[in-house]
């Protein structure tokens, strides 16, 4: 017998894609609902009251992702115990419902679990992080126009958090189905005029959308904010050097890193972003080794969940390797690739490096 009521709940538009495996995996809840908008033109509906979801329709307009989260949390029957929300193109790994269970405490409000934010692109280095959208029925509410989260009704009420080691959630997104935030995030920001949080990603989605001028703007708007916290301003320097880099700009980038260092010497992302540059583009591979050495030897990293790959040592070596061989220093280029190969097995791009390297090395 269960100890606990579980309701998961969503918000979907045109989700036909996802909706029977989405609702077959939360199926390990009690009760599932979701919010539809009713502008829906495929049979999402359908596919989901055939799987047991109760599902009913609401406009949301203008749309503002909080509302429509706080609309389909209203959908939830007051004594459920424990509140899931996903969305449809999520997926917990089974079994999920029992270590809930498991790991609930009665006075708990909100559960930590691990997220793979980009589980559908497979040949991307792994984004996972924390996430905690399992919470309590009465405790919370949803706030934000866009990349909302849920927030203390009371903020003098003492939270209890507990860690939900073993559940993991998994997101595969349509990679082909075009997105852009830009209009809400624009309007976010025109709502928060100095939230960090929505300058950084309003950055992040001009720089995305090749707007490079609104993007800089924006970024060193970011840098001067007086409530800017060390991971924003090294978010805006990132900003800034990516920009440059599409407009290959390589010289501009360098600088941005060379700055961004100035401010954050223990950042280690910037150690990388240089050392990726300098051997890459600019020429100075003995340079770059050493700055991708330091980036490996920082365990501090500022922004970790954005900048995977400077924790991950196979990419490293992989581009220690690729600065050696730029210095025809063949064998250690093959002895870093080789490093990097033991580390990650399955990426052809260290695979093909490593016989470029030995065919050079045989000539």
């Known amino acids: ?17 996802f909706a029977e495996q989405w609702a077959k995996n939360m199926s390990e809840a009690d009760e599932i609902y979701v919010l539809l908008d009713p502008t829906c033109s495929d049979n999402t509906k359908e596919i989901l009251e055939a799987n047991g979801v109760k599902v009913k329709e609401k406009l949301i307009r203008p749309w503002r992702f909080d509302r429509a989260r706080n609309e389909s949390l209203k959908l ?18 089974p079994g999920w419902r029992q270590i809930l269970e498991e790991k609930w405490e009665p006075d708990t409000n909100q559960g930590v679990y691990r997220y793979w934010h980009n589980a559908g692109s497979p040949n991307d280095t792994p984004n996972i992080f924390d996430y905690s959208k399992i919470h309590d029925r009465h405790s919370f509410s949803w706030k934000w126009i866009i990349h909302e989260y849920i927030v203390q009704k009371d903020p003098n009420q003492k939270i209890k958090q507990t860690k939900l080691d073993g559940i993991f959630l998994r997101h595969y997104p349509d990679n082909k189905k075009p997105r852009s935030y830009k209009t809400l995030l624009e309007r976010a920001v025109k709502e928060e005029k100095h939230d960090t949080r929505y300058l950084g990603l309003l950055a992040e989605e001009y720089v995305n959308a090749k707007e490079f001028e609104n993007a800089e703007k924006t970024a060193k ?14 978010f805006a320097y990132k900003i800034l050097i990516k920009s440059a880099n599409m407009q290959q700009d390589y010289q501009k980038a360098r600088n941005y890193c060379y700055e961004a260092l100035s401010k954050c010497d223990y950042c280690k992302v910037f150690h990388g972003e240089l050392g990726q540059l300098l051997i890459t583009q600019l020429n100075d591979s003995e340079l770059g080794i050493a700055h991708v050495k330091k980036c490996m030897a920082i365990e501090n990293d500022v922004i970790t969940a954005r900048e995977q790959e400077w ?17 025809k220093d063949y064998a250690n280029a093959l002895l870093y690739v080789d490093m990097a190969i033991t580390l ?12 470029i390297y030995i065919n050079a090395y045989e000539i």
């Not at 990650?344 to 016989?355: C, F, L, R, S, T």
């Open 311 to 327: 924790n991950n040592k196979a990419y490293n070596y992989n581009l220690i390797s690729i600065g050696y061989f730029n210095l």
């Open 221 to 234: 708007q970011l840098l001067t904010e007086k409530k800017a916290w060390t991971h924003d301003i090294c």
């Open 1 to 17: 017998m269960s100890k606990y009521k579980v309701v998961v709940y969503a918000i979907a538009n045109n989700e036909a894609k």
């Open 344 to 355: 990650d097995p399955n990426v052809e791009a260290y695979k093909q490096n490593k016989q």
């Open 76 to 93: 939830v029957p007051k004594d459920a115990d424990i509140c899931v929300c996903t969305d449809l193109d999520e997926l917990f790994d």
